[in-house]
């Protein structure tokens, strides 16, 4: 048995070696003239790559010492792919406005693997505006309207937990925060029990398996990450095949899953086929707006967090808009739909931590047709990523880059200068969802605590989505 599974993984590394060998070598001819390094041979540069996550600026430093030495425009190689890095407002313009087809999305080859074939992240075209059509219901204002009072009481529930002089980890309970709300809103699972453990757990193990290596081999992050994602789809077989075998399995559940099914039971032939997903495409996009309702959100929620602890000016006056709506509720401690429209300053700071956070470091695309981006000519089928950590951090747009403003967000900003939430007919589909649940948190949390770091650590997790390595553990004091 363990010489099988040693043949198994030598097996699995030669045939990883193998087709990273040939993906470093094909694409670099089609790159010629553009500046750049392919690194070392198979791997690239993508161990300074990853590495240069852990830093506090993030990938800002692998950006900037080679556009010092090649420009804002160069090639590399890192996790198993050659790729083009381009930054700035025409670029950005370029890769994201969708404008004649000029590029399409290119996960890289984990993220692909993992999400499925059918996911809005992994189709393009038609059938991807299909699809985002499809799914758009869950995020809808008036979905969100739905679950308002869920977020509230979740969201009030996980901050009585802080109690005073308990160490918190405020990445895990925004974490769980985030995982709780979308999963109810998806399937309708329950926030407590031995369910959403199961589920948590399944989602851990998958959002750490993105930015892995793309080796199938038993122990690393990918191999674990498709299997802790067949363990969810397992779940997911289950629900589906429990609210189809009885009517009453679906009573009750005005969620993603059972609007779908719904149209499922329609019929089938005619107009009414477009309105279907097939059970693969289901589960794929589940995890899908799972991943897309959870990570960034989850991560911002933090970051904001963090910048509040060490900006106490800016906490004041965030302080002050939510304890005037607070005066306005007369005792009321949920927050009602009407107040979200009374909060301008918070959605300042939620701005500012998205750009100086830069929580997405860049995008990436495939050239759809061939293009010229500052007299380099990118040929059809190049892999090209938006830094657009950069973006965020441009002296010329965003005067003292390092400090936490919120207030130049008052200015209006030129185009493709702030991409918190991406922009053009890829921007993320969780906007909506991810603005009320932090404005909703940051209420409950500004009205109830003051807080201090128990740690100064700014280094990052060496992750897609960035945020803190330490996960932010702070001492919360009640007011």
Same mark, same amino acid.
């Given at each position: ?59 800002? $430093? %692998?950006?900037?010492?080679?556009? &010092?030495?090649? *420009?804002?425009? =160069? ?5 198993? @792919? ?106 309708s699972l329950e ?17 750490? $398996? %993105?930015?892995?290596?793309?080796? &199938?081999?038993? *122990?690393?992050? =990918? ?5 802790? @994602? ?145 007299g380099y000519q ?95 553990p702070i001492l919360?004091?009640?007011?």
């Open positions: 048995m363990a010489a099988a599974v040693l043949v198994a993984a030598v097996c699995g590394l030669v045939a990883g070696a193998w087709w990273m060998t040939r993906s470093w070598r094909r694409p670099s001819e089609a790159m010629h003239g553009i500046p750049g390094t392919m690194g070392w041979p198979v791997v690239g540069e993508t161990f300074a790559f990853i590495a240069a996550f852990s830093n506090p600026s993030g990938i800002l $430093s %692998f950006m900037r010492d080679r556009q &010092k030495r090649f *420009g804002k425009v =160069f090639k590399t190689y890192v996790l198993g @792919r050659t790729t083009v890095f381009m930054t700035g407002r025409e670029a950005a313009k370029i890769l994201l406005s969708g404008k004649d087809g000029v590029v399409s999305l290119n996960l890289f080859y984990t993220g692909k693997q993992v999400l499925g074939p059918t996911s809005l992240l992994t189709t393009n075209g038609d059938e991807h505006r299909r699809l985002r059509r499809l799914i758009a219901h869950p995020l809808s204002v008036d979905a969100l309207k739905k679950h308002f009072s869920f977020i509230n009481a979740l969201a009030i529930q996980t901050l009585s937990s802080w109690s005073s002089g308990r160490r918190i980890l405020v990445l895990n309970e925004a974490s769980s925060f985030t995982l709780k709300v979308i999963a109810n809103m998806l399937v926030p407590e029990g031995e369910e959403q453990e199961k589920f948590r757990a399944n989602f851990k193990v998958i959002s750490s $398996s %993105f930015a892995s290596l793309p080796l &199938k081999l038993p *122990g690393t992050a =990918f191999h674990e990450g498709l299997k802790a @994602r067949n363990r969810m789809y397992a779940m997911l077989d289950d629900v589906i095949a429990r609210r189809r075998a009885s009517a009453d399995a679906g009573a009750g559940h005005d969620d993603f899953l059972q609007m779908l099914l719904m149209k499922h039971a329609r019929g089938s032939g005619g107009e009414d086929d477009e309105e279907k997903l097939t059970d693969a495409q289901l589960k794929d996009n589940i995890l899908t707006l799972l991943v897309a309702g959870h990570d960034t959100t989850t991560a911002g929620l933090t970051w904001l967090v963090k910048f509040l602890g060490e900006n106490p000016d800016v906490l004041q006056k965030l302080r002050e808009e939510h304890m005037g709506i607070k005066e306005e509720l007369g005792g009321e401690e949920h927050l009602r739909w009407s107040d979200m429209n009374n909060m301008p300053y918070t959605n300042k700071v939620m701005n500012e931590t998205l750009r100086r956070a830069t929580i997405l470091p860049w995008y990436s695309r495939k050239a759809a047709q061939d293009f010229t981006i500052d990118v040929e059809k089928g190049t892999s090209v990523n938006l830094d657009v950590v950069s973006i965020h951090h441009d002296a010329t747009v965003f005067a003292d880059p390092e400090k936490f403003n919120p207030d130049r967000f008052d200015s209006t900003l030129k185009p493709y200068s702030f991409l918190g939430f991406g922009s053009g007919p890829r921007m993320c589909p969780g906007m909506s969802l991810a603005k009320l649940e932090i404005c909703v948190f940051v209420h409950h949390l500004v009205c109830r605590y003051d807080w201090k770091p128990m740690e100064e650590d700014n280094s990052v997790q060496p992750t897609l989505v960035r945020m803190p390595k330490n996960k932010y919360a004091t009640a007011l």
